[in-house]
């Protein structure tokens, strides 16, 4: 179909994991002093900022990433609040709190607390808000979600959601209701990996999640934000697929914003540790994580 040939899957399956590995471990000095001076920057000179040896170059990185920071935004700081309508889940992710298996307190907002909540957060003067659910469709159905985005909309600049990946039409609902921004992470575009620490619920369909950012392009959403969680595999890798993933999204989609947020594993969150865990060798330091960044 035409949606199956415009899926990210096909570039993402056309790249050797191995062969990035090698790229980036291949990087030297020469190559990160090419990407600090690029005025635009190629896939090889993303694999070198990300390579050790970029790891001694931090300062002037940053300078200059500073420097495009303010060309493209100036001295703006956009700040937003999320705020929880359910945490229902009935996915298995063996890193997450909401796990349907975590004996918890689990929760619904009505329309009415809703309302309460945002009144609260829109008199701090906060203009942009983020609805958050756990991925359960029976508890949190498209409809609750766009009627929360509905009586929010008049209180908020921007209203976005993170919710569970919806089809063609539920984000067109969304659309139609308000809402102007998706966040959905993909945690980890290693199919194998993905398949390991998603082991139950429909979040399992690694396809379906992975396209679901283009369908909610397709919509009409004006900002889209993507990522991969931190600390679940090498961290060069996933924030390399992550980049081809959003100028993939952009090249098809050049009127939406796309955004990228850096989620990262800490020891104990949830029920989760990821130092002690055997697919999750990969923990990320506060110097690999401004790296990153």
Known sequence: SGRD?????????ARNPDSISRLIADSGTSDVERAIVADSLGENDFLALLSPAAAGMMERIAQHAHEVTLRHFGRTVELFTPLYLSNYCVNGCVYCGFNARNGIPRGRLTYEEAGREGEFIAATGLRHVLLLTGESPVESPVGYIAECVSRLRERFDSVSVEVYPLDAEGYERLVTAGCDGVTLFQETYDRTLYGEVHPSGPKRDFKWRLDAPERACAAGMRTVSIGALLGLGPWQREVFMTGLHAAWLQKNYPGVSIG???????????????????????????????QIL
């Open 260 to 290: 990228i947020s850096l989620p990262r594993m800490r020891p104990h969150a949830g029920c989760y540790d990821p130092s002690n865990a055997s697919y999750a060798s990969f923990p990320v330091n506060d110097r690999e994580f401004v």
């Open 5 to 13: 040939e415009m899926s990210f899957l096909n570039e993402l399956e």
